[in-house]
């Protein structure tokens, strides 16, 4: 556990970097907008460990879910939101929400998985 946190956090981070690169030369996108994910995955982290939502050790797998999905949400924001609604702090902002509603509704909906 004390090694899967510090690598959920860096999947996102490393392998959004390219389009944070772009995203800094277009938009002056900031460092932040490279950690969007962390607020899901801690919604999450809080939800787990307030026993909301199914128990068991194998649910950790949602935590790789929102990592990971982060990255084509990232993609898609900066190559495509970002042209469409110049706007790349809320655009951030709003992909971030989406990501801790999608975290909140993993919780909720994910049955019990066999450890």
Known sequence: MT?????????PIVF?????????????????????????????????????????????VELFIISLGAIPVYYLKVFY???????????TVVATVMLCVVAIVLRLAMP???E
């Open 3 to 11: 090694l899967l946190i510090p690598a959920v956090v860096l999947i």
């Open 16 to 60: 959004c970097l390219p389009a944070w690169i772009v995203a800094r030369k277009r938009y002056g996108a900031t460092p932040w907008s490279l950690n969007f994910a962390v607020p899901g995955m801690a919604t999450w982290i809080v939800l787990a460990t307030g026993g909301i939502g199914p128990q068991s050790l194998a649910n950790i």
């Open 112 to 114: 019990v998985l066999p």
């Open 81 to 91: 939101v970002d042209r469409i609604k110049p706007d790349p702090r809320l655009n």
